[in-house]
């Protein structure tokens, strides 16, 4: 069973990650306008007449528009296979050179709130099932549940509305000071900091919550086991009791989420980071949704797909490693 | 009673001594008074047993010991702890840092659910460190005494300790349990129903291993347990607990031949047991009291056939029937001759009852087996898998109105066999058939179909060990029991459903029936959620039931009203049982009532079948003797009892012994044992059993030389 079904596993990654391409370059087809619609409309607005500017952008725009989809969609998988992910109509640059420009700062950015939400998230929700009942644990619950019920895009503009507007205490934008030149510099990294801060607080702030009370809900299921009972009795001190007992137990059914939560933020930067006017795959993703950008749209598509697939994919491998009770694999009949 | 400090103690040197403790919880409709002024001495060095029906108080008397009843609950009284430097302290008046040093060091405990009481993150020998890390004992000298205490469990001490508690059996578990406990070398060790999940047969090697640690480390030890039987041959003394306090506690040969409470007198009777004649066991009528609301007077009076006024307004005070015996009861001199037993020894030859099977067989297994694949994890991705071999070549017809009871230890296969019994569980190799049509091709489409798969599918049915899990708790009982109804008599009418649900529940005893079937499975007791999912079988009229260790998560006093219960059904609705249990008694009592057989299974084999009476006097192949063994009878301590068993643990079923599969556990095995399989040998009256040793005496067993060493015999 074993090494067939690691197999199969794999390949399906491979299907789910194909399957997804194909259903999305269809669905971008048919989306109403194209590339060129697009530019047309622009160039009409900045007073040109209809003829002429259709006449420019099909000189400009790289596009065929007259090409059958079915051909279209060979052409651009078998691109694919190349690691030719086509040429962005707006930007007019290969996409590939786009993504690996805008996915390190999506990738910092979204790492470093989900690494917060989570830390701060489980330390919170351990320490509410702790005082369960408490005053502490009403207040923390009753705050907990309202951050997570803002939406994440909300709490970015008013964060930015409040700090950086308001107070001005932050950038409205950019992913660095752009007069300074990039490097492995301390000043640097303050500047990439600094243009992060708010991106990351707004992320943060809206899915602690959820973390802490999902966390609260397993520490107390825990408290409650046996286990517990004899090493309160066996005189075990509370320290050991919270580190090695309690909170081990507790992470292990979060660790899923974790995983998937890793695949899914993707998502979420298209919204974010056209608030924030930063530059990362969200920002140019959005961009591309707007100007009917087809391989730009693809290529960010593709990219959050893969995300996901892998992320479950290791969340399912890995977690036999760190439950000891889990076996990877088919559920194993009972006897 | 109420003079506390003027009170001497009731043995010679007390260990424990409580003085009027009470533990109470406050609730909504009043205190629940779940230990009920309770004065009691416990004797350094004695073993105690403790008996009492659940919700009888025995738990909350274990945690009022270590002063750990869980909150709410609180703990009044005085409970003098004496160490052995002969200071007295006084558990329930102690400082959190006093309690924490002195629980482990000098009383420890063992709870109920051990399955449950390591850390599954943590490997066993981590337990050990942080218990003795939590009390400044040198690791060292810990870790040593660690392995000291796994081998006198008969366990080998590296490998249980770089073990995670989940690869480890039951068995070991709780041994594992034992040995933590006693790794900060306690005094007085607290037992609260420490092996109750688990088989009989381990339930007694453990049992004989607590004796012989008891005597190593001179421990007072603490055995509290709903079952008679399994104590009555370790204790030295019997206390029996009734609606939370005390009624009767004396050495623990006096309880159990002279008992002279109504309620002790009861309790023997309800143990289905192996030796008392089938009809003198007799559950005990009404329900243990509520701990809201105790009666007054004797708590006992109400279900009592003895009670007079005096019981019903006066609280009886113990009364010594010796110097060693005492019991609360007013009319003790007088329960003996009202209350006779049947004496075990009067009756030797059971008059075996005539069952009315049919001729043709329902299901019939044709050399059966069923093995599945064991994998592991992402780290053993390039090692082959290995092979489990549950159920390994069984033979076994199964006829209409007909009980068979298979037996055996955990993992020895026998829920497999019987989940593949009735279709449940696809066979690997062999054939299963109903009627003769094969289930596995009628399900395939395979060939010509006779019997649909769909019609074989309602006439196998099953019943599971917990009633509660089997039943979907947002469904009322009347809507769990009409879902068949629906399924197989479509053009039954909404009214004539419920007229048949109301009259099944009342068949059972659920009367009102209206009330019943309006109720939620969470407000049934245990008994009443299992009737339910009896009748829920029953509906699809099916021929043959498998009840797996259906009687076995019910109260001992209410396993055999239910067993009675299932014969009674199996003659309205002309049903077959495949009954499993662990237990011989059990077993004996459902098929004995219905002229059925016993099979007794280990490793996925058959080593014995045949009628019930047949095996159960005249049992042939040893490890059928290990069981009856294991199947603790009414009797004290008669010394030290050979164990018919060499080594606790059950092989692994993924790699099964050669030759008989027994010999490594085997006190008869010889050369020949360990090379060649035997098959099943027929004695006489349809009784068969898989051992040479029914064998001639020109079989070359006789021949062969026995590989087991003399001096090994009897150690566990």
């Known amino acids: 069973m074993s090494k067939n079904y690691y197999l199969k596993r794999i390949g399906m990654v491979f299907v789910t990650?194909?399957?997804?391409?194909?259903?999305?370059?269809?669905?971008i087809r048919y989306m109403p306008g194209g590339p060129m619609d697009y530019m047309v409309a622009q160039l009409i607005q900045q007073g040109l007449p209809e003829a002429r500017a259709r006449q420019i952008a099909s000189t400009y725009l790289k596009v065929n528009p007259d090409q059958p989809i079915h051909v279209a969609y060979v052409d651009y998988m078998s691109g694919i296979l190349v690691g030719d992910l086509g040429i962005s109509t707006w930007y007019d640059r290969p996409v590939l050179e786009i993504i690996i420009s805008a996915l390190p700062w999506t990738v910092f950015v979204m790492t470093v709130s989900l690494i917060l939400s989570f830390a701060f998230g489980i330390a919170l929700g351990?320490?509410?099932?702790?005082?369960?009942?408490?005053?502490?644990?009403?207040?923390?619950?009753?705050?907990?549940?309202?951050?997570?019920?803002?939406?994440?895009?909300?709490?970015?503009?008013?964060?930015?509305?409040?700090?950086?507007?308001?107070?001005?205490?932050?950038?409205?934008?950019?992913?660095?000071?752009?007069?300074?030149?990039?490097?492995?510099?301390?000043?640097?990294?303050r500047s990439v900091l600094y243009h992060g801060i708010l991106p990351i607080a707004s992320f943060t702030l809206t899915a602690f919550g959820g973390w802490a009370l999902g966390m609260r809900g397993n520490?107390?299921?825990?408290?409650?086991?046996?286990?517990?009972?004899?090493?309160?009795?066996?005189?075990?001190?509370?320290?050991?009791?919270?580190?090695?007992?309690?909170?081990?137990?507790?992470?292990?059914?979060?660790?899923?989420?974790?995983?998937?939560?890793?695949?899914f933020i993707f998502g979420g930067s298209i919204i974010l980071e056209q608030i924030f006017n930063y530059p990362g795959l969200g920002y140019y993703l959005f961009k591309s949704i707007e100007t009917r950008d087809y391989p730009l749209m693809m290529g960010g598509f593709i990219v959050i797909t893969i995300a996901v697939a892998i992320s479950i994919f290791i969340a399912d491998m890995t977690y036999s490693l760190i439950d000891p009770q889990a076996e990877a694999g088919d559920s194993r009949e009972t006897y | 009673m109420k003079i506390v400090s003027e009170r001497s103690a009731s043995v010679e040197d007390p260990v424990l001594e409580l003085y009027d403790t009470s533990v109470t919880f406050s609730m909504d409709r009043g205190t629940s008074r779940v230990l009920n002024d309770v004065t009691f001495d416990i004797q350094r060095e004695e073993i105690l047993g403790v008996v009492g029906e659940s919700g009888s108080g025995k738990s909350m008397f274990a945690s009022a010991l270590l002063d750990a009843v869980v909150d709410p609950g609180v703990a009044q009284g005085?409970?003098?702890?004496?160490?052995?430097?002969?200071?007295?302290?006084?558990?329930?008046?102690?400082?959190?840092?006093?309690?924490?040093?002195?629980?482990?060091?000098?009383?420890?405990?063992?709870?109920?659910?051990?399955?449950?009481?390591?850390?599954?993150?943590?490997?066993?020998?981590?337990?050990?460190?942080?218990?003795?890390?939590?009390?400044?004992?040198?690791?060292?000298?810990?870790?040593?005494?660690?392995?000291?205490?796994?081998?006198?469990?008969?366990?080998?001490?590296?490998?249980?300790?770089?073990?995670?508690?989940?690869?480890?059996?039951?068995?070991?578990?709780?041994?594992?349990?034992?040995?933590?406990?006693?790794?900060?070398?306690?005094?007085?060790?607290?037992?609260?129903?420490?092996?109750?999940?688990?088989?009989?047969?381990?339930?007694?090697?453990?049992?004989?291993?607590?004796?012989?640690?008891?005597?190593?480390?001179?421990?007072?030890?603490?055995?509290?347990?709903?079952?008679?039987?399994?104590?009555?041959?370790?204790?030295?003394?019997?206390?029996?607990?009734?609606?939370?306090?005390?009624?009767?506690?004396?050495?623990?040969?006096?309880?159990?031949?002279?008992?002279?409470?109504?309620?002790?007198?009861?309790?023997?009777?309800?143990?289905?047991?192996?030796d008392a004649p089938l009809s003198e066991m007799s559950p005990i009528e009404g329900s243990a009291p509520d701990p809201v609301n105790i009666p007054s007077g004797c708590t006992y009076h109400p279900r009592c056939?003895?009670?007079?006024?005096?019981?019903?307004?006066?609280?009886?005070?113990?009364?010594?029937?010796?110097?060693?015996?005492?019991?609360?009861?007013?009319?003790?001199?007088?329960?003996?001759?009202?209350?006779?037993?049947?004496?075990?020894?009067?009756?030797?030859?059971?008059?075996?009852?005539?069952?009315?099977?049919?001729?043709?067989?329902?299901?019939?297994?044709?050399?059966?087996?069923?093995?599945?694949?064991?994998?592991?994890?992402?780290?053993?991705?390039?090692?082959?898998?290995?092979?489990?071999?549950?159920?390994?070549?069984?033979?076994?017809?199964?006829?209409?109105?007909?009980?068979?009871?298979?037996?055996g230890e955990s993992g020895c296969g026998k829920t497999t066999l019987g989940k593949t019994a009735i279709g449940v569980q696809r066979s690997t190799g062999g054939g299963v058939s109903y009627r003769g049509q094969d289930i596995w091709d009628a399900r395939d489409k395979n060939g010509d179909v006779d019997i649909p798969f769909a019609d074989i599918r309602r006439a196998l049915q099953i019943i599971h060990q917990d009633p509660g899990s089997s039943l979907n708790p947002n469904r009322k009982v009347q809507t769990i029991l009409a879902s068949p109804l629906k399924r197989w008599h479509k053009d039954m009418g909404g009214d004539e459903r419920l007229h048949r649900i109301h009259a099944l529940l009342d068949?059972?005893?659920?009367?009102?029936?209206?009330?019943?079937?309006?109720?939620?499975?969470?407000?049934?007791?245990?008994?009443?959620?299992?009737?339910?999912?009896?009748?829920?079988?029953?509906?699809?009229?099916?021929?043959?039931?498998?009840a797996d260790e259906a009687v076995s998560a019910l109260d001992v006093s209410l396993r055999v009203?239910?067993?009675?219960?299932?014969?009674?059904?199996?003659?309205?609705?002309?049903?077959?049982?495949l009954f499993i249990s662990h237990d011989l008694a059990n077993a004996r009592y459902l098929a004995g009532n219905a002229g059925g057989r016993i099979g007794v299974m280990y490793l996925g084999q058959i080593v014995e079948?045949?009628?019930?009476?047949?095996?159960?006097?005249?049992?042939?192949?040893?490890?059928?003797?290990?069981?009856?063994?294991?199947?603790?009878?009414?009797?004290?301590?008669?010394?030290?009892?050979?164990?018919?068993?060499?080594?606790?643990?059950?092989?692994?079923?993924?790699?099964?012994?050669?030759?008989?599969?027994?010999?490594?556990?085997?006190?008869?095995?010889?050369?020949?044992?360990?090379?060649?399989?035997?098959?099943?040998?027929?004695t006489e009256n349809e009784h068969e059993t898989a051992c040479f040793l029914v064998c001639d005496d020109d079989h070359p067993y006789w021949e062969s030389d026995p590989i087991v060493d003399e001096t090994e015999t009897g150690e566990p």
Not at chain 2, 248 to 259: D, K, M, S
């Open chain 2, 609 to 682: 079948i045949g009628p019930v009476e047949e095996i159960l006097q005249n049992p042939q192949h040893p490890y059928t003797k290990v069981l009856m063994w294991a199947t603790a009878d009414l009797e004290a301590d008669e010394g030290d009892e050979e164990m018919p068993i060499r080594g606790i643990d059950i092989p692994d079923a993924k790699n099964p012994p050669s030759g008989c599969r027994f010999h490594t556990r085997c006190p008869e095995a010889r050369e020949i044992c360990t090379e060649r399989e035997p098959g099943q040998f027929e």
């Open chain 2, 305 to 407: 056939p003895l009670a007079t006024e005096e019981c019903r307004s006066e609280e009886p005070h113990f009364h010594d029937t010796t110097e060693s015996h005492k019991t609360a009861c007013f009319h003790w001199e007088q329960s003996a001759e009202a209350l006779p037993f049947a004496d075990a020894n009067e009756y030797s030859e059971q008059t075996a009852i005539q069952g009315s099977q049919s001729e043709d067989p329902v299901v019939s297994l044709e050399g059966t087996e069923v093995h599945f694949e064991d994998g592991g994890g992402i780290l053993n991705i390039f090692n082959e898998p290995e092979t489990v071999y549950a159920v390994d070549g069984v033979d076994l017809d199964i006829y209409e109105n007909d009980v068979v009871a298979l037996v």
């Open chain 2, 561 to 577: 009203e239910m067993m009675d219960l299932m014969l009674e059904l199996q003659n309205l609705f002309n049903t077959s049982y």
């Open chain 1, 219 to 263: 520490s107390i299921q825990v408290l409650g086991e046996d286990y517990l009972r004899v090493a309160r009795l066996a005189g075990i001190p509370e320290r050991d009791i919270v580190i090695k007992y309690v909170t081990p137990n507790a992470i292990l059914p979060l660790y899923t989420n974790l995983m998937i939560a890793i695949g």
């Open chain 2, 78 to 274: 005085r409970i003098i702890y004496r160490t052995d430097a002969g200071e007295q302290v006084d558990m329930l008046d102690l400082s959190r840092e006093e309690l924490r040093r002195l629980r482990w060091e000098e009383i420890s405990m063992v709870f109920q659910g051990a399955q449950s009481s390591f850390n599954p993150t943590m490997k066993i020998r981590e337990h050990f460190e942080l218990v003795l890390e939590s009390h400044d004992t040198p690791k060292g000298q810990g870790m040593e005494h660690a392995h000291e205490l796994i081998s006198d469990l008969y366990m080998d001490p590296e490998r249980v300790l770089d073990s995670y508690p989940h690869e480890l059996s039951g068995g070991m578990k709780q041994r594992a349990l034992i040995a933590l406990s006693l790794v900060l070398e306690p005094n007085v060790l607290v037992m609260d129903e420490p092996t109750a999940a688990l088989d009989l047969l381990m339930q007694r090697s453990i049992l004989g291993l607590l004796e012989n640690l008891q005597e190593k480390y001179n421990l007072t030890v603490i055995f509290i347990t709903h079952d008679l039987p399994l104590v009555a041959g370790l204790a030295d003394r019997l206390a029996v607990m009734y609606a939370f306090e005390f009624i009767e506690i004396g050495t623990a040969e006096e309880v159990l031949n002279q008992p002279a409470h109504p309620y002790t007198r009861a309790l023997l009777q309800a143990v289905p047991n192996l």
């Open chain 2, 507 to 546: 068949l059972v005893g659920m009367s009102p029936p209206q009330d019943y079937a309006q109720r939620y499975p969470h407000q049934l007791s245990g008994g009443e959620k299992q009737r339910v999912a009896l009748i829920r079988a029953l509906l699809m009229n099916p021929d043959l039931i498998l």
């Open chain 1, 17 to 27: 990650i194909y399957l997804v391409t194909t259903f999305t370059f269809v669905l």
């Open chain 1, 126 to 189: 351990a320490w509410m099932a702790y005082r369960e009942g408490s005053r502490f644990d009403s207040v923390a619950t009753i705050v907990t549940t309202f951050l997570t019920s803002v939406p994440y895009y909300l709490a970015a503009i008013a964060l930015l509305a409040v700090f950086s507007f308001r107070l001005g205490w932050f950038p409205t934008g950019g992913r660095y000071n752009p007069d300074m030149a990039a490097g492995m510099t301390p000043e640097f990294f």
